[in-house]
């Protein structure tokens, strides 16, 4: 029913979907920016406010109404999942229709997300709109999604439920060919497979399982290496479940752990531990990320440490907010982040611990369950 707005019925008459509740947030932010409209391109934030999971799709949020446009293979798709939008059909030439959609409204600015609009697409624009006004905005929409809704922790913890079972099966089929030498690409698969079967629709990131001097590198890639006794090997991984992600770190050595594996490990694990004892929300990106990185730096290792501690986690692995030096604005309650301190040594090799947080006014609350000590990959 193309250009009708619909509800979801309920018990009780019309049911209120999230995106409504979402749009009127969104409207309430434009109002304080003065934006009569925003044209919303980066797909994560066309689901969120919509709840469309097709692509392609693009939002234009207006004062009094939500136009989804798409083109004819999801028409049916957006229907369904876009309740609170206007459907739009577009073909290749967009701008004709948002040009159309601008004089029906009256709009003589619009707003746009200058971090995932292409200059290509903005010259299209430009020539599309010459009436209007095109304002470049930054952050409206992550500022709204940094905050978690209560369903949105479950689909979280959903999928760190999934990811922490996958890697435990894993590591059972990982361990029988140690001897011949698992590679690191061959153990990536497996974790992968696993999270397949437990529901997951695809990974979170590119799974990481870097062993030896390659644990040193942060976002290793698996490679042919073999896995070797002695070796540290860092195992990142997340999967994404119902839209929602997750992300995970451990670290193990295959065989009998060194005096200095354990040492570097167990500062690690102090570290984190004492995020966990101070985070919560209201205090700065800067502030959170100190809580670790001073338990590293007392220890010496100040320079092997160069991440931030963290990042948002949620419709995507990586988004606002950031647990980072340079960051000053408070951290929101409700909101879902990683806590993944680490040492990083040259040539030897690198520890990385890593959990879900979602913070309250009081604290923080650990998403997951799975055990934080040196996992020994026993052979």
Not at 75 to 103: D, F, H
């Amino acid at each position: 029913m193309t250009g009708e707005t619909r509800r979801t019925p309920g018990a009780s008459g019309l049911e209120v979907c999230p995106q409504d509740l979402r749009l009127d947030k969104l409207r309430s932010a434009m109002g304080e920016r003065s934006l009569e409209a925003l044209l919303v391109s980066h797909p994560a934030n066309c689901r969120y406010l919509s709840g469309f999971t097709g692509s392609p799709g693009t939002l234009l949020v207006t004062e009094g109404d939500a136009y989804l446009l798409t083109d004819f293979r999801y028409l049916e798709q957006a229907a369904i999942e876009a309740p609170v939008c206007r459907i739009e059909r577009v073909g290749k030439r967009q701008g004709e229709t948002l040009g159309r959609m601008a004089r029906e409204n009256g709009l003589e600015r619009i707003a746009f997300e200058k971090d995932s609009l292409t200059f290509g697409g903005w010259e299209r624009l430009k020539e599309a709109l010459p009436e209007v006004e095109l304002v470049p905005t930054r952050g409206i929409v992550e500022s709204l999604r940094a905050a978690k809704e209560p369903a949105e922790i479950e689909k979280i913890e959903h999928a760190v439920r999934v990811a922490e079972q996958a890697f435990l099966a894993a590591l059972e089929e990982i361990r029988p060919g140690l001897r011949k030498g698992v590679t690191e690409r061959e153990a990536a698969w497996k974790i992968e497979q696993e999270m397949r079967r437990r529901g997951a629709t695809r990974p979170s990131f590119d799974l990481i399982a870097a062993s030896g001097p390659n644990s040193a590198r942060p976002h290793a890639r698996p490679s042919d290496r073999r896995f070797q006794a002695g070796d540290l090997v860092v195992f990142d991984l997340g999967a994404v479940v119902d839209g929602y992600c997750s992300d995970l770190t451990r670290t193990a050595v295959v065989g009998r752990p060194d005096p200095r594996q354990e040492e570097i490990h167990d500062l690690v694990l102090r570290a984190q531990a004492e995020a966990f004892k101070g985070l919560r929300a209201g205090i700065s990106g800067g502030q959170a990320d100190a809580l670790a990185r001073r338990v590293i730096a007392d220890a010496g290792k100040a320079e092997a440490f160069g991440h931030g501690l963290g990042h948002g986690v949620g419709l995507e692995v990586h988004e606002e907010p950031r647990l980072a030096e340079d960051v000053e604005e408070p951290l929101p309650a409700g909101c879902v982040v990683s806590v993944e301190p680490g040492v990083y040594l040259g040539g030897w090799g690198g520890v990385r611990i890593e959990d879900l947080v979602v913070l309250t006014e009081g604290g923080c609350r650990i998403l997951g369950s799975l055990d934080r000590d040196l996992m020994v990959l026993d052979y």
